[in-house]
């Protein structure tokens, strides 16, 4: 069963729909975006008896803004409550405690930011909205000097982003504190199958231009990166199993991996893969693994066979956030064109409505390994060559 909503559905996950006759909750927010009256769609209340009478039937969701939906009318299931200990990044960290004694987190309002005592926190630290997406509001702290520039940085932040998406996605009233984890992060879509055990299909490794960088600019998935981190990272996913006792549950995790290969979790992202139907669109352009149906069919990636023509090449998720310094309001257009003038071999690329959303659009693209300084261009722009002002 599938949930559709805004911000965005691609163009794959609708053919993926459609072929496989997968059933598609018929919410006005799905109809509205989806205009094909030929797929399998459900009546909500069809929806919701489907669940009731088979608890375990496996749910993928396109966007966290259905998770008010599941919230409201499958309070009955398993799924609200799967859903919470994960979206709440400190019901996570509490729920992953025992594994990691030594690693700080600190919970606090958005009201007593102010009077927290910062003598008392480990720098470098992170801080972030309890309840967040795409990067939004995180900074990160290296010493006490800069802790009033971000305070009011992220006051700033906050009437600017707190509309841009539900509460249940992104909720401004709590932040977390938490140490910064060295070693390399990286994004993993997988999910956990019929009988709990946690099948990968995709590792990304989530590229930084710099020590302060938090963006969400680029990730980049190779043969190299999937047979270098696949065993840790899976074995991983068992601990996230059998803490949270997952089966037919389909995630998002960010983890960093240490130089000693100590896998830790940062966020653990329920009912879906990275968000704009990136990630799991991404696994089908690189290595022809439709996400959607391996999941929804239990189906598991012969990774081995898949990789052996995969050498030589990177494939790439780009994200054309707005880092120019100019607000929606000062920009008349994007040039597009140029951006795909300046890879090597873009795959496709979705252009975005800059004045409803802090980004100008999202770029997949294939880089020979050789060729990153296409991919190092693009991490440390700030995008002012491709932006024409009013």
């Not at 998770?67 to 979206?87: A, D, G, R, T």
């Not at 009233?173 to 199958?193: L, R």
């Not at 990789?307 to 929606?328: A, D, H, M, P, T």
Request: a negative charge; proline letters at 4%; charged letters at 25%.
């Amino acid at each position: 069963m599938i949930l559709i909503d805004k911000p965005y559905v691609s163009k794959f996950l609708i053919k993926t729909i459609k072929e496989n006759n997968f059933k598609i909750v018929a919410t006005t927010e799905a109809k509205q975006m989806i205009a094909d009256e030929t797929l399998n769609w459900l009546q909500e209340s069809e929806a919701i008896q489907l669940i009731s009478k088979n608890p375990n039937h496996p749910i993928y969701s396109n966007s966290e803004n259905t998770i008010s939906w599941v919230e409201k009318n499958l309070n009955f299931s398993k799924f609200p409550k799967q859903i919470e200990v994960f979206k709440n990044k400190i019901l996570f960290r509490e729920l992953v405690q025992d594994i990691y004694p030594n690693y700080f987190f600190l919970g606090v309002k958005f009201q007593d930011l102010d009077s927290i005592s910062i003598d008392k926190l480990p720098f470098p630290f992170i801080i972030k909205p309890a309840i967040g997406f795409f990067s939004l509001g995180v900074h990160k702290v290296d010493k006490p000097l800069e802790w009033k520039k971000v305070l009011e940085k992220i006051k700033q932040e906050i009437t600017h982003i707190k509309d841009f998406y539900p509460n249940e996605v992104l909720n401004t009233n709590y932040f977390i504190i938490e140490e910064c984890i060295e070693g390399e992060e990286y994004a993993i879509d997988c999910y956990f199958n019929k009988d709990g055990k946690p099948i990968v299909l995709n590792i990304l490794h989530h590229i930084f231009s710099s020590g302060k960088d938090v963006s969400d600019r680029v990730y980049t998935t190779s043969k190299e990166i999937i047979e270098n981190n696949i065993e840790e990272i899976e074995q991983f996913l068992k601990i996230i199993r059998e803490k949270a006792r997952l089966s037919n549950f389909p995630v998002h995790v960010e983890v960093r991996i240490t130089n000693q290969g100590l896998v830790i979790p940062i966020e653990v992202n329920p009912l879906r893969f990275g968000g704009w139907c990136t990630t799991g669109d991404l696994s089908w352009y690189a290595y022809g693994i439709n996400s959607y149906e391996y999941f929804l069919k239990n189906k598991t990636p012969n990774w081995e066979e898949i990789l052996k023509v995969r050498k030589g090449k990177k494939y790439s998720i780009v994200i054309l956030n707005n880092n120019s310094g100019f607000s929606e309001n000062e920009i008349a257009s994007f040039n597009y064109e140029q951006v795909l003038k300046d890879f090597e071999k873009p795959m496709n690329l979705r252009k975005v409505d800059f004045n409803e959303y802090p980004i100008f659009g999202i770029l997949f693209t294939e880089t020979t390994i050789g060729n990153e300084k296409e991919l190092d261009q693009i991490l440390t722009s700030n995008l002012r060559n491709y932006i024409n002002l009013k």
